[in-house]
């Protein structure tokens, strides 16, 4: 049971919640109980499910993502992939309808296509790098903008829903291959060409560095658009964000002079700070803080 509950990796779900925080920052809260619910299945279901399921096609020996030494895994971690989906789903339509429901089956499919033996998405670079930044980004987005406000489906191929939405993707985007800077021993072991490997260690560095680049500026586009924020707002975002910034280049200097840093520890630190940062900004959109 203890190994069960390790593998589930919930303090992870910490590093998908910008997403959760940006949505909720961008809607008009029409629906806070919905928001509440969606909160939890997907910090506490659907994501842990995911990592469990993982976990248990890949049988790490090594560092993954929020566990330094990953225990053995068993059947049981299989199936409590499947009943923490399947129980999400189903509380999914009872508080919110068959359209979240259908968002959360949709993206448990997708996992499990990413992990699957048979299917490996993981094994493919750009395909797997595309199917996490768009359903852990702006697929999750959309789901959760619609839900908590009650968008008709149609409407929701409005560019003030779209452009967020990528911007989301293009977050995880930049952030994913960082993910996997530290396992290219333990990708190649089992045969997975991931971002990263084909990048190579310093090439997963400066691609990341343009993929923020790119966010940045997509930020200031869509602030300056928009008639409730600004240039305040992005000022706030860049001095929030400074943090990751100072630490993502420190570690790079490193990884010139020696590619062992590339290792789980840096990785995580990395992964925390980026996340606390991202979660600070979108948690005082959400609040209005500064208005």
């Given at each position: 049971?203890?190994?069960?509950?390790?593998?589930?990796?919930?303090?992870?779900?910490?590093?998908?919640?910008?997403?959760?925080?940006?949505?909720?920052?961008?809607?008009?809260?029409?629906?806070?109980?919905?928001?509440?619910?969606?909160?939890?299945?997907?910090?506490?279901?659907?994501?842990?499910?995911?990592?469990?399921?993982?976990?248990?096609?890949?049988?790490?020996?090594?560092?993954?993502?929020?566990?330094?030494?990953?225990?053995?895994?068993?059947?049981?971690?299989?199936?409590?992939?499947?009943?923490?989906?399947?129980?999400?789903?189903?509380?999914?339509?009872a508080i919110?309808?068959?359209?979240?429901?259908?968002?959360?089956?949709?993206?448990?499919?997708?996992?499990?296509?990413?992990?699957?033996?048979?299917?490996?998405?993981?094994?493919?670079?750009?395909?797997?790098?595309?199917?996490?930044?768009?359903?852990?980004?702006?697929?999750?987005?959309?789901?959760?903008?619609?839900?908590v406000d009650?968008?008709?489906?149609?409407?929701?191929?409005?560019?003030?829903?779209?452009?967020?939405?990528?911007?989301?993707?293009?977050?995880?985007?930049?952030?994913?291959?960082?993910?996997?800077?530290?396992?290219?021993?333990?990708?190649?072991?089992?045969?997975?060409?991931?971002?990263?490997?084909l990048l190579?260690?310093?090439?997963?560095?400066?691609?990341?560095?343009?993929?923020?680049?790119?966010?940045?500026?997509?930020?200031?586009?869509?602030?300056?658009?928009?008639?409730?924020?600004?240039?305040?707002?992005?000022?706030?975002?860049?001095?929030?964000?400074?943090?990751?910034?100072?630490?993502?280049?420190?570690?790079?200097?490193?990884?010139?002079?020696?590619?062992?840093?590339?290792?789980?520890?840096?990785?995580?630190?990395?992964?925390?700070?980026?996340?606390?940062?991202?979660?600070?900004?979108?948690?005082?959109?959400?609040?209005?803080?500064?208005?």
């Amino acid at each position: 049971m203890k190994n069960v509950l390790l593998h589930l990796r919930i303090p992870f779900s910490f590093f998908l919640m910008p997403v959760y925080w940006f949505a909720l920052s961008q809607s008009n809260l029409s629906h806070r109980g919905i928001a509440v619910g969606i909160f939890i299945l997907l910090h506490l279901f659907i994501y842990p499910a995911s990592n469990a399921y993982n976990s248990y096609y890949d049988k790490d020996e090594s560092s993954i993502g929020g566990l330094e030494n990953p225990p053995p895994v068993s059947e049981s971690l299989f199936y409590t992939a499947w009943i923490l989906d399947i129980m999400a789903i189903v509380v999914a339509w009872a508080i919110s309808g068959w359209i979240l429901a259908l968002a959360l089956l949709i993206y448990s499919s997708v996992s499990k296509a990413y992990s699957n033996e048979r299917i490996r998405l993981k094994k493919y670079p750009i395909i797997s790098w595309l199917t996490v930044g768009i359903f852990q980004g702006a697929f999750t987005y959309l789901a959760i903008i619609q839900a908590v406000d009650n968008i008709a489906l149609s409407s929701l191929w409005q560019w003030k829903y779209l452009f967020p939405a990528l911007l989301s993707s293009c977050n995880l985007l930049g952030f994913y291959p960082m993910t996997q800077v530290y396992q290219h021993k333990e990708d190649a072991k089992r045969g997975d060409l991931t971002i990263s490997r084909l990048l190579g260690i310093r090439g997963t560095f400066l691609f990341t560095g343009f993929i923020f680049l790119v966010v940045t500026i997509g930020f200031f586009l869509y602030f300056q658009k928009n008639e409730l924020f600004g240039i305040p707002v992005m000022a706030l975002y860049l001095v929030i964000m400074s943090p990751v910034l100072l630490f993502f280049n420190g570690w790079f200097l490193k990884i010139l002079k020696n590619e062992d840093e590339a290792d789980f520890k840096n990785t995580m630190k990395l992964n925390l700070i980026g996340s606390f940062c991202l979660n600070t900004f979108f948690i005082l959109l959400f609040l209005k803080f500064f208005f």
